[in-house]
C-alpha cells in the first residue's frame, strides 16, 4: 500500500500536471469504485483543480467550487499520468492529460469519495497525528494513548496518519526498538528517539523518491525497494550488522527487524511456526547457527 513518502511524490506530480487545469470528463469502468453519493460526479466535471493533500493513505483533489476527489489506492491501486497500464478502473480526463488508476488483482479495495468541503473532508479523516508537523510532546501522547506494540501504534490511522507495514519496519529498525515493544513501557529516551527515526525516516525516503523520479510521474511505487533497511528482505543481511534479517509473519502481513539490532539478538516468535516447532523453536539468532 502507498504510503506517506509515496503519496506525497503522487502529490507533488499532480501538483505540477493539473494545478488550475479543469477536470473535462470522469470515466468509471468498476461500479465498486465510487463509495458516495453526494456529492455527485457532476459536481466536479467542469472544474479546475485548485487544491492538493493528504488525508492519511488518501490523495484528496480540491476543486475550485470546494469539491473534493479522494482516492484511496489500497494495497493495489496504483495512478498512471497518460498511459494506461492496463484497464484502467477510473480514468480522469484533465485539460492538460489524463491520469488513469488501475488495481492489480481483483479485490477492488481502491476507492473514490466525493467530499464537500472542509466536513466532507473530516468525515474521511481517521484522525491520525501527522509525524512530519507536530511536537515531541504531541508524539509521545499519541503513542502511549493505547497500550499496544510498537508496530500496531505507528500504523494505526487513529493515532498516526501516513504510516503502513513498509516504513513502520524501516522507522522502527532505524530507532533500534523491538516491533513488539508495547507503547506505554517505552522509557522517555526511547520515546524521543522514536520521534526522530520517525521524522528523519519518512523525509529521507521522500527526499530519496523525489530524487528518483527527477521530475517524471512515479510509476515504480512499492511496497518493497532494495535500499530498505529491513522491510520485504527476510534473510538478507542488515545494512548496519549483516545479521539476517527475521519476520513475524501474521495473517497476510509480516514485519520485519533486525534480531542483533533491535532485540539484543532475540528472536521474536512467529505464531505459526513457533506453535509447529514448540521446544525447537530457537530462542536466538545465535541458535540459527
Same mark, same amino acid.
Given at each position: ?31 465498486? @469504485? ?5 456529492? *455527485? %460526479? =457532476?459536481?466536479?466535471?467542469? #472544474?479546475?483543480?485548485? /487544491?492538493? &493533500? +493528504? ?68 468525515? @474521511? ?5 501527522? *509525524? %512530519? =508537523?507536530?511536537?515531541?510532546? #504531541?508524539?509521545?501522547? /499519541?503513542? &502511549? +494513548? ?144
Amino acid at each position: 500500500m502507498p504510503e506517506l513518502p509515496d503519496i506525497e511524490l503522487y502529490l507533488e506530480a499532480l501538483d505540477a500536471r493539473i494545478r488550475n487545469a479543469r477536470l473535462e470528463n470522469l470515466t468509471l469502468n468498476s461500479p465498486f @469504485l465510487l463509495r458516495s453519493v453526494q456529492p *455527485p %460526479l =457532476s459536481a466536479a466535471i467542469g #472544474q479546475p483543480i485548485t /487544491a492538493f &493533500r +493528504r488525508i492519511g493513505k488518501r490523495i484528496a483533489l480540491g476543486c475550485a467550487n470546494d469539491t473534493w476527489l479522494v482516492l484511496h489506492l489500497m494495497i493495489a491501486g496504483r495512478l498512471h499520468w497518460n498511459r494506461k497500464a492496463g484497464r484502467p478502473l477510473a480514468s480522469f480526463t484533465f485539460s492538460t492529460g489524463t491520469l488513469h488508476l488501475t488495481e492489480a488483482g481483483s479485490q477492488h479495495r481502491a476507492s473514490l469519495h466525493l467530499a464537500q468541503g472542509e466536513d466532507g473532508l473530516r468525515a @474521511l479523516d481517521p484522525g491520525g497525528l501527522e *509525524p %512530519l =508537523s507536530c511536537s515531541l510532546e #504531541q508524539f509521545d501522547a /499519541a503513542l &502511549r +494513548r493505547e497500550n499496544h506494540t510498537l508496530t500496531r501504534t505507528l500504523t494505526d490511522p487513529h493515532l498516526f496518519s501516513g504510516i503502513g507495514n513498509a516504513f513502520s519496519d524501516e522507522i522502527l529498525h532505524h530507532a533500534r526498538l523491538s516491533p513488539v515493544a508495547l507503547s506505554q513501557k517505552l522509557s522517555p529516551e526511547d520515546a524521543t528517539r522514536l520521534f526522530h527515526s520517525t521524522r528523519d525516516t519518512l523525509t529521507t525516503w521522500i527526499d530519496r523518491l523525489r530524487t528518483q523520479a527527477a521530475g517524471a510521474f512515479p510509476e515504480k511505487v512499492t511496497a518493497f525497494r532494495p535500499e530498505m533497511a529491513v522491510h520485504g528482505r527476510y534473510n538478507l543481511p542488515c545494512p548496519v550488522c549483516a545479521t539476517p534479517v527475521q519476520r513475524i509473519r501474521y495473517a497476510s502481513n509480516e514485519t520485519n527487524y533486525c534480531p542483533r539490532c533491535q532485540t539484543s539478538g532475540r528472536l521474536l516468535a512467529d505464531r505459526s511456526l513457533s506453535r509447529l516447532l514448540g521446544a525447537d523453536w530457537p530462542r536466538s539468532i545465535d541458535e540459527l547457527g
